[in-house]
Protein backbone atom coordinates (compact mmCIF):
# COMPACT_ATOMS: atom_id res chain seq x y z
CA UNK A 1 0.00 0.00 0.00
CA UNK A 2 3.16 2.34 0.61
CA UNK A 3 3.22 4.77 3.04
CA UNK A 4 3.97 8.57 3.19
CA UNK A 5 6.36 11.10 5.18
CA UNK A 6 4.94 14.76 5.11
CA UNK A 7 7.96 17.24 6.06
CA UNK A 8 7.14 20.51 7.38
CA UNK A 9 8.98 23.68 7.31
CA UNK A 10 7.63 26.13 9.94
CA UNK A 11 8.90 29.71 11.59
CA UNK A 12 9.85 27.61 14.69
CA UNK A 13 11.16 24.06 13.67
CA UNK A 14 10.31 21.48 11.11
CA UNK A 15 8.14 18.66 12.00
CA UNK A 16 7.76 15.17 10.05
CA UNK A 17 4.25 13.71 9.86
CA UNK A 18 4.23 10.02 8.97
CA UNK A 19 1.16 7.73 8.19
CA UNK A 20 0.44 4.65 6.41
CA UNK A 21 -1.11 4.14 2.91
CA UNK A 22 -4.38 5.05 4.53
CA UNK A 23 -3.92 8.50 5.76
CA UNK A 24 -5.75 8.23 8.45
CA UNK A 25 -3.50 7.94 11.50
CA UNK A 26 -0.54 10.53 11.75
CA UNK A 27 2.59 10.13 14.25
CA UNK A 28 4.12 13.82 14.66
CA UNK A 29 7.96 14.32 15.45
CA UNK A 30 9.56 17.33 16.09
CA UNK A 31 9.83 20.52 16.29
CA UNK A 32 13.64 19.41 15.23
CA UNK A 33 16.26 22.36 15.22
CA UNK A 34 13.31 24.21 17.55
CA UNK A 35 13.30 27.85 17.59
CA UNK A 36 15.17 28.05 13.91
CA UNK A 37 13.26 28.82 10.62
CA UNK A 38 13.01 25.73 8.90
CA UNK A 39 11.97 27.28 4.85
CA UNK A 40 12.05 23.94 3.45
CA UNK A 41 12.51 19.95 3.79
CA UNK A 42 12.94 17.99 0.85
CA UNK A 43 13.58 13.95 0.19
CA UNK A 44 15.91 12.65 -2.68
CA UNK A 45 13.66 11.47 -5.01
CA UNK A 46 16.57 8.65 -5.39
CA UNK A 47 16.69 7.77 -1.93
CA UNK A 48 13.93 8.91 0.18
CA UNK A 49 15.76 8.56 3.62
CA UNK A 50 18.11 11.05 2.53
CA UNK A 51 16.62 14.50 3.15
CA UNK A 52 18.10 17.96 3.28
CA UNK A 53 16.70 20.92 5.34
CA UNK A 54 17.16 24.89 5.32
CA UNK A 55 17.88 26.01 8.83
CA UNK A 56 18.07 30.23 9.66
CA UNK A 57 17.17 32.30 11.75
CA UNK A 58 18.43 36.20 11.98
CA UNK A 59 20.76 35.76 15.23
CA UNK A 60 22.94 32.72 13.62
CA UNK A 61 22.03 32.53 9.67
CA UNK A 62 22.01 30.25 7.69
CA UNK A 63 22.87 25.76 8.10
CA UNK A 64 21.74 23.60 5.91
CA UNK A 65 20.86 20.40 7.88
CA UNK A 66 21.07 16.88 6.16
CA UNK A 67 19.38 13.10 7.20
CA UNK A 68 20.16 9.75 6.53
CA UNK A 69 17.15 7.91 8.03
CA UNK A 70 14.06 9.89 6.82
CA UNK A 71 14.15 12.83 9.71
CA UNK A 72 15.31 10.83 12.86
CA UNK A 73 18.58 12.10 13.17
CA UNK A 74 20.32 14.75 11.38
CA UNK A 75 23.78 16.52 10.89
CA UNK A 76 24.73 19.91 9.86
CA UNK A 77 26.42 20.02 6.77
CA UNK A 78 28.12 22.83 4.45
CA UNK A 79 26.58 26.58 4.68
CA UNK A 80 29.03 28.42 3.04
CA UNK A 81 26.50 30.27 -0.14
CA UNK A 82 29.62 32.11 -1.89
CA UNK A 83 28.54 34.17 -4.92
CA UNK A 84 30.96 33.05 -7.03
CA UNK A 85 33.30 35.83 -9.46
CA UNK A 86 32.17 39.35 -9.33
CA UNK A 87 29.25 39.97 -7.05
CA UNK A 88 27.23 42.35 -9.34
CA UNK A 89 24.06 44.67 -8.34
CA UNK A 90 20.58 44.08 -8.45
CA UNK A 91 18.24 47.27 -8.46
CA UNK A 92 16.67 48.21 -4.94
CA UNK A 93 13.57 49.53 -3.79
CA UNK A 94 14.88 52.86 -3.83
CA UNK A 95 16.24 52.40 -7.44
CA UNK A 96 20.01 52.53 -6.51
CA UNK A 97 21.94 49.55 -7.09
CA UNK A 98 22.36 47.08 -4.23
CA UNK A 99 25.35 44.63 -3.80
CA UNK A 100 23.92 40.60 -3.80
CA UNK A 101 23.97 39.93 -0.72
CA UNK A 102 22.93 36.34 0.81
CA UNK A 103 20.38 36.08 3.27
CA UNK A 104 18.91 32.28 3.30
CA UNK A 105 17.89 29.41 0.93
CA UNK A 106 14.39 29.56 0.45
CA UNK A 107 14.16 25.99 -1.27
CA UNK A 108 15.91 23.23 -1.61
CA UNK A 109 15.53 20.89 -4.68
CA UNK A 110 17.76 17.12 -4.69
CA UNK A 111 18.34 15.73 -8.15
CA UNK A 112 16.06 13.23 -9.88
CA UNK A 113 18.89 10.49 -9.69
CA UNK A 114 21.39 11.14 -7.30
CA UNK A 115 21.02 11.83 -3.39
CA UNK A 116 24.32 13.44 -3.46
CA UNK A 117 23.68 15.96 -5.86
CA UNK A 118 21.37 18.86 -4.49
CA UNK A 119 20.06 22.51 -5.64
CA UNK A 120 19.63 25.39 -3.58
CA UNK A 121 17.60 28.57 -4.75
CA UNK A 122 18.66 31.66 -2.37
CA UNK A 123 17.84 35.26 -1.72
CA UNK A 124 19.43 37.21 -3.33
CA UNK A 125 18.78 35.49 -6.41
CA UNK A 126 20.99 32.84 -7.25
CA UNK A 127 20.75 29.02 -7.67
CA UNK A 128 23.97 27.16 -6.13
CA UNK A 129 24.41 22.87 -6.36
CA UNK A 130 26.12 20.66 -4.37
CA UNK A 131 27.27 17.37 -5.49
CA UNK A 132 28.85 15.53 -2.12
CA UNK A 133 25.68 15.55 -0.11
CA UNK A 134 25.66 19.48 1.00
CA UNK A 135 28.91 19.33 2.11
CA UNK A 136 30.29 22.11 -0.72
CA UNK A 137 28.00 24.69 -2.38
CA UNK A 138 29.20 26.45 -5.79
CA UNK A 139 26.73 29.00 -7.94
CA UNK A 140 25.70 28.25 -11.13
CA UNK A 141 26.55 31.86 -11.62
CA UNK A 142 25.64 32.83 -15.04
CA UNK A 143 22.06 33.09 -14.39
CA UNK A 144 22.83 36.09 -12.30
CA UNK A 145 25.18 37.33 -14.73
CA UNK A 146 21.92 37.56 -17.08
CA UNK A 147 21.83 40.60 -19.13
CA UNK A 148 18.50 41.56 -17.07
CA UNK A 149 19.96 41.02 -13.56
CA UNK A 150 20.91 44.50 -12.85
CA UNK A 151 17.14 44.93 -13.48
CA UNK A 152 15.72 42.17 -10.70
CA UNK A 153 14.20 44.11 -7.97
CA UNK A 154 13.22 41.89 -4.64
CA UNK A 155 9.79 41.30 -4.18
CA UNK A 156 8.09 41.92 -0.49
CA UNK A 157 9.46 38.84 0.70
CA UNK A 158 12.98 39.54 -0.38
CA UNK A 159 14.42 39.04 -3.81
CA UNK A 160 14.56 34.77 -3.51
CA UNK A 161 14.72 32.23 -5.82
CA UNK A 162 12.15 29.82 -4.42
CA UNK A 163 11.09 27.45 -7.36
CA UNK A 164 13.60 24.60 -9.04
CA UNK A 165 12.27 22.48 -11.29
CA UNK A 166 14.26 19.78 -12.88
CA UNK A 167 13.02 17.99 -16.11
CA UNK A 168 12.59 14.54 -15.50
CA UNK A 169 13.04 13.86 -19.71
CA UNK A 170 15.74 16.20 -19.81
CA UNK A 171 18.59 16.22 -17.78
CA UNK A 172 19.68 19.80 -18.95
CA UNK A 173 16.45 21.69 -18.64
CA UNK A 174 16.22 23.42 -15.53
CA UNK A 175 13.19 25.84 -15.03
CA UNK A 176 13.83 28.35 -12.17
CA UNK A 177 11.59 31.07 -10.59
CA UNK A 178 12.28 34.58 -8.70
CA UNK A 179 10.39 37.09 -7.11
CA UNK A 180 10.47 39.73 -8.55
CA UNK A 181 12.31 38.85 -11.79
CA UNK A 182 10.27 35.86 -13.11
CA UNK A 183 10.97 32.70 -15.07
CA UNK A 184 14.15 30.89 -16.28
CA UNK A 185 15.05 28.49 -18.16
CA UNK A 186 17.95 26.34 -18.81
CA UNK A 187 18.96 23.83 -21.40
CA UNK A 188 22.69 23.07 -21.04
CA UNK A 189 22.08 22.43 -17.10
CA UNK A 190 22.92 25.88 -16.04
CA UNK A 191 25.80 27.11 -18.28
CA UNK A 192 22.72 29.92 -19.95
CA UNK A 193 19.60 31.25 -18.92
CA UNK A 194 16.86 32.68 -20.62
CA UNK A 195 13.88 34.55 -19.14
CA UNK A 196 10.82 32.83 -20.40
CA UNK A 197 7.63 34.97 -19.18
CA UNK A 198 6.11 36.16 -22.76
CA UNK A 199 2.54 35.76 -22.05
CA UNK A 200 2.77 37.17 -18.35
CA UNK A 201 1.01 40.19 -17.62
CA UNK A 202 1.30 42.35 -14.49
CA UNK A 203 -0.15 45.82 -13.63
CA UNK A 204 2.06 46.87 -10.96
CA UNK A 205 5.47 47.47 -13.23
CA UNK A 206 5.46 49.77 -16.25
CA UNK A 207 5.91 47.97 -18.96
CA UNK A 208 2.63 45.30 -18.34
CA UNK A 209 4.41 42.54 -20.01
CA UNK A 210 7.84 43.47 -19.74
CA UNK A 211 10.74 40.35 -20.52
CA UNK A 212 11.64 40.30 -16.84
CA UNK A 213 10.54 42.11 -13.66
CA UNK A 214 7.11 39.43 -12.94
CA UNK A 215 6.56 38.62 -9.20
CA UNK A 216 6.06 34.47 -10.36
CA UNK A 217 4.99 33.03 -7.05
CA UNK A 218 5.08 29.27 -8.20
CA UNK A 219 5.53 27.12 -11.25
CA UNK A 220 4.71 23.63 -10.87
CA UNK A 221 5.38 20.33 -13.42
CA UNK A 222 3.86 16.76 -13.76
CA UNK A 223 6.80 14.75 -14.65
CA UNK A 224 4.96 12.91 -17.34
CA UNK A 225 4.50 16.15 -19.35
CA UNK A 226 7.63 18.29 -18.75
CA UNK A 227 6.73 20.95 -21.05
CA UNK A 228 3.55 22.21 -19.63
CA UNK A 229 3.91 24.04 -16.60
CA UNK A 230 1.45 25.99 -14.86
CA UNK A 231 2.29 28.66 -12.91
CA UNK A 232 0.55 31.01 -9.86
CA UNK A 233 1.48 34.23 -10.68
CA UNK A 234 1.27 37.33 -8.05
CA UNK A 235 -2.05 37.96 -9.41
CA UNK A 236 -3.38 35.27 -12.50
CA UNK A 237 -2.81 31.92 -12.76
CA UNK A 238 -0.73 31.21 -15.95
CA UNK A 239 -0.42 27.79 -18.38
CA UNK A 240 2.82 27.50 -20.65
CA UNK A 241 2.26 24.32 -23.12
CA UNK A 242 5.76 24.93 -24.35
CA UNK A 243 8.24 24.49 -21.74
CA UNK A 244 7.58 28.29 -20.67
CA UNK A 245 7.76 30.23 -24.07
CA UNK A 246 4.70 31.47 -24.18
CA UNK A 247 2.23 31.55 -21.07
CA UNK A 248 -1.40 32.02 -21.79
CA UNK A 249 -4.04 32.91 -18.72
CA UNK A 250 -5.95 30.03 -17.22
CA UNK A 251 -7.71 31.91 -13.76
CA UNK A 252 -11.33 31.37 -15.47
CA UNK A 253 -13.31 31.35 -12.66
CA UNK A 254 -11.43 31.78 -9.98
CA UNK A 255 -13.02 33.84 -7.02
CA UNK A 256 -9.53 35.64 -6.85
CA UNK A 257 -6.46 34.67 -9.28
CA UNK A 258 -4.26 35.67 -6.43
CA UNK A 259 -2.72 33.24 -4.50
CA UNK A 260 1.10 31.08 -3.42
CA UNK A 261 0.92 27.77 -4.15
CA UNK A 262 0.56 25.89 -6.88
CA UNK A 263 0.24 21.99 -7.59
CA UNK A 264 -1.02 18.69 -10.00
CA UNK A 265 -2.42 15.76 -9.32
CA UNK A 266 0.05 12.70 -9.06
CA UNK A 267 -1.94 10.78 -12.13
CA UNK A 268 -3.98 13.50 -13.55
CA UNK A 269 -1.59 15.79 -15.20
CA UNK A 270 -4.44 17.87 -16.14
CA UNK A 271 -5.74 18.32 -12.15
CA UNK A 272 -4.01 21.34 -10.85
CA UNK A 273 -5.06 23.01 -7.22
CA UNK A 274 -4.77 26.57 -5.59
CA UNK A 275 -5.25 28.23 -3.28
CA UNK A 276 -6.96 31.49 -3.79
CA UNK A 277 -6.30 34.38 -1.27
CA UNK A 278 -8.24 37.42 -1.10
CA UNK A 279 -5.20 39.99 -2.47
CA UNK A 280 -1.38 41.25 -2.09
CA UNK A 281 -2.71 43.20 0.95
CA UNK A 282 -5.33 40.69 2.38
CA UNK A 283 -3.23 37.68 2.54
CA UNK A 284 -6.03 35.62 3.84
CA UNK A 285 -8.85 33.63 1.70
CA UNK A 286 -11.52 35.41 0.42
CA UNK A 287 -14.58 35.57 2.90
CA UNK A 288 -12.55 34.00 5.43
CA UNK A 289 -13.69 30.54 3.85
CA UNK A 290 -10.66 28.53 3.44
CA UNK A 291 -11.23 26.78 -0.42
CA UNK A 292 -8.81 24.75 -2.13
CA UNK A 293 -9.66 25.20 -5.61
CA UNK A 294 -9.26 22.29 -8.25
CA UNK A 295 -9.31 22.08 -12.29
CA UNK A 296 -9.60 18.74 -13.77
CA UNK A 297 -9.76 20.59 -17.28
CA UNK A 298 -6.29 22.00 -17.17
CA UNK A 299 -7.75 25.39 -16.25
CA UNK A 300 -10.37 27.78 -16.42
CA UNK A 301 -12.92 25.44 -14.97
CA UNK A 302 -12.08 25.86 -11.37
CA UNK A 303 -14.56 24.17 -8.39
CA UNK A 304 -14.45 24.76 -4.78
CA UNK A 305 -13.10 22.22 -2.57
CA UNK A 306 -14.57 22.85 1.32
CA UNK A 307 -15.33 19.37 2.43
CA UNK A 308 -13.23 19.72 6.35
CA UNK A 309 -12.08 23.52 5.97
CA UNK A 310 -12.99 26.14 7.77
CA UNK A 311 -15.89 27.90 5.99
CA UNK A 312 -15.81 31.09 8.42
CA UNK A 313 -13.99 33.44 10.05
CA UNK A 314 -10.45 31.47 8.63
CA UNK A 315 -8.03 34.54 8.11
CA UNK A 316 -4.67 32.23 7.23
CA UNK A 317 -2.48 32.13 4.37
CA UNK A 318 -1.07 29.34 2.43
CA UNK A 319 2.90 30.32 1.72
CA UNK A 320 4.52 29.53 -2.17
CA UNK A 321 6.21 26.14 -0.97
CA UNK A 322 3.37 25.11 1.55
CA UNK A 323 1.34 22.62 -0.63
CA UNK A 324 2.53 19.02 -2.23
CA UNK A 325 0.78 15.59 -3.09
CA UNK A 326 1.79 12.11 -2.43
CA UNK A 327 1.67 9.23 -5.66
CA UNK A 328 -0.97 7.06 -3.31
CA UNK A 329 -3.89 6.07 -5.28
CA UNK A 330 -5.65 7.78 -5.02
CA UNK A 331 -3.78 10.72 -4.79
CA UNK A 332 -2.90 12.62 -1.52
CA UNK A 333 -2.98 16.49 -1.38
CA UNK A 334 -1.06 17.90 1.72
CA UNK A 335 -0.86 22.32 2.71
CA UNK A 336 -0.37 23.79 5.56
CA UNK A 337 -0.86 27.56 6.70
CA UNK A 338 0.51 30.46 8.41
CA UNK A 339 -1.72 29.68 11.65
CA UNK A 340 -0.02 26.57 12.05
CA UNK A 341 -2.61 23.60 10.70
CA UNK A 342 -1.52 21.00 8.25
CA UNK A 343 -4.47 19.43 6.29
CA UNK A 344 -4.05 16.34 4.56
CA UNK A 345 -6.44 15.44 1.96
CA UNK A 346 -6.23 11.37 0.70
CA UNK A 347 -9.03 11.90 -1.75
CA UNK A 348 -7.52 13.98 -4.02
CA UNK A 349 -9.12 17.09 -2.39
CA UNK A 350 -13.07 15.66 -2.21
CA UNK A 351 -12.40 16.02 1.60
CA UNK A 352 -9.95 17.14 4.61
CA UNK A 353 -8.92 16.79 7.62
CA UNK A 354 -6.16 18.50 10.00
CA UNK A 355 -3.18 16.57 10.59
CA UNK A 356 -2.06 19.16 13.13
CA UNK A 357 -4.25 22.14 14.17
CA UNK A 358 -1.02 24.21 16.22
CA UNK A 359 1.93 24.02 14.88
CA UNK A 360 4.30 27.58 14.01
CA UNK A 361 3.43 29.51 10.75
CA UNK A 362 4.06 26.51 8.12
CA UNK A 363 6.18 28.05 5.48
CA UNK A 364 6.75 24.73 3.60
CA UNK A 365 5.01 21.53 2.53
CA UNK A 366 6.32 18.26 1.11
CA UNK A 367 5.06 14.92 0.59
CA UNK A 368 7.04 11.71 0.25
CA UNK A 369 5.73 8.89 -0.78
CA UNK A 370 7.56 5.56 0.46
CA UNK A 371 7.79 1.95 0.13
CA UNK B 1 42.50 27.38 29.47
CA UNK B 2 39.72 29.62 27.63
CA UNK B 3 35.94 29.35 28.63
CA UNK B 4 33.59 30.15 26.08
CA UNK B 5 29.91 30.60 27.11
CA UNK B 6 27.49 29.78 23.94
CA UNK B 7 24.04 30.40 22.90
CA UNK B 8 21.69 28.24 23.51
CA UNK B 9 20.78 27.03 20.21
CA UNK B 10 24.54 26.91 19.20
CA UNK B 11 25.20 25.22 22.11
CA UNK B 12 22.27 22.41 20.78
CA UNK B 13 23.81 22.72 17.49
CA UNK B 14 27.61 22.13 18.81
CA UNK B 15 26.33 19.12 21.26
CA UNK B 16 28.11 21.13 24.31
CA UNK B 17 26.74 20.69 27.59
CA UNK B 18 27.98 24.01 29.45
CA UNK B 19 30.65 25.76 28.28
CA UNK B 20 33.60 24.99 25.99
CA UNK B 21 36.59 25.13 26.88
CA UNK B 22 40.44 24.41 25.27
CA UNK B 23 43.69 25.94 25.01
CA UNK B 24 45.02 28.28 22.80
CA UNK B 25 48.64 29.55 21.82
CA UNK B 26 49.22 33.06 22.47
CA UNK B 27 47.06 36.15 22.83
CA UNK B 28 43.72 35.35 23.88
CA UNK B 29 41.62 37.90 21.07
CA UNK B 30 37.86 37.27 19.50
CA UNK B 31 39.85 36.43 16.69
CA UNK B 32 41.68 33.84 18.55
CA UNK B 33 39.49 32.36 20.65
CA UNK B 34 36.61 32.03 17.39
CA UNK B 35 39.52 30.36 15.23
CA UNK B 36 40.10 27.98 17.94
CA UNK B 37 35.91 27.54 18.41
CA UNK B 38 35.46 26.92 15.02
CA UNK B 39 38.46 24.59 14.88
CA UNK B 40 36.73 22.76 17.30
CA UNK B 41 33.23 22.98 16.35
CA UNK B 42 33.37 23.07 12.71
CA UNK B 43 29.30 23.46 12.51
CA UNK B 44 29.43 26.85 14.30
CA UNK B 45 31.27 28.18 11.39
CA UNK B 46 29.30 31.02 9.61
CA UNK B 47 26.93 31.24 12.88
CA UNK B 48 29.02 33.97 14.56
CA UNK B 49 30.47 35.82 12.38
CA UNK B 50 30.21 35.51 8.04
CA UNK B 51 32.95 32.78 6.66
CA UNK B 52 34.49 34.62 4.29
CA UNK B 53 34.33 38.71 5.94
CA UNK B 54 34.81 37.14 9.21
CA UNK B 55 32.21 40.12 10.18
CA UNK B 56 30.29 39.82 13.22
CA UNK B 57 26.87 38.51 12.63
CA UNK B 58 24.81 41.42 13.49
CA UNK B 59 22.39 39.90 16.20
CA UNK B 60 25.47 38.41 17.90
CA UNK B 61 27.38 40.32 20.59
CA UNK B 62 30.34 39.31 22.45
CA UNK B 63 30.37 40.14 26.50
CA UNK B 64 33.33 39.45 28.54
CA UNK B 65 33.93 40.65 33.10
CA UNK B 66 30.82 42.96 32.54
CA UNK B 67 31.80 44.58 29.20
CA UNK B 68 30.45 44.64 25.97
CA UNK B 69 33.92 44.07 23.28
CA UNK B 70 31.75 43.54 20.10
CA UNK B 71 32.77 46.46 18.66
CA UNK B 72 36.38 45.94 20.21
CA UNK B 73 38.94 45.15 16.63
CA UNK B 74 39.20 41.25 16.26
CA UNK B 75 42.36 41.33 17.17
CA UNK B 76 42.90 43.26 20.53
CA UNK B 77 44.09 41.44 23.43
CA UNK B 78 40.98 40.07 25.86
CA UNK B 79 40.55 41.19 29.24
CA UNK B 80 43.94 39.09 30.80
CA UNK B 81 40.68 37.50 33.13
CA UNK B 82 39.73 35.62 29.64
CA UNK B 83 42.78 34.50 29.19
CA UNK B 84 43.76 32.97 32.49
CA UNK B 85 40.03 31.48 32.09
CA UNK B 86 39.02 33.06 35.33
CA UNK B 87 36.54 34.47 33.42
CA UNK B 88 34.57 33.22 30.09
CA UNK B 89 34.07 34.93 26.82
CA UNK B 90 30.29 35.22 26.34
CA UNK B 91 29.05 34.66 22.63
CA UNK B 92 25.45 36.13 23.00
CA UNK B 93 22.33 36.43 21.08
CA UNK B 94 21.37 40.11 20.95
CA UNK B 95 18.30 41.06 22.70
CA UNK B 96 15.71 40.59 20.31
CA UNK B 97 12.01 38.76 19.60
CA UNK B 98 10.30 37.00 16.53
Known sequence: ?371 | MIRVVLPAHLRTLAHVDGEATFDIDGQATQRSVLDALEARYPMLRGTIRDHDTQQRRAFVRFFACEQDLSHEPPDAPLPDAVTAGAEPFLIVGAMAGG
Open chain 1, 1 to 371: MGRVRVLVGTRKGAFVLTADGKREQWDVSGPHFAGWEIYHLEGSPADPDRLYASQSSGWFGQLIQRSEDGGRTWEPVGNRFAYDGEIGTHQWYDGTAHPWKFARVWHLEPSLTDPDTVYAGVEDAALFRSVDGGKEWHELASLRRHDSAPSWQPGAGGMCLHTILLDPHDPGRIFVAISAAGAFRTDDAGKTWKPINRGLRSEGIPDEDAEVGHCVHRIAMHPSRPDVLVMQKHWDVMRSDDAGESWHEISGNLPTDFGFPIEIHAHEPDTIYVVPIKSDSEHYPPDGRLRVYRSRTGGNEWEPLTNGLPQSHCYVNVLRDAMSVDSLDPCGVYFGTTGGQVYASADAGDSWTPIVRDLPAVLSVEAQTLP
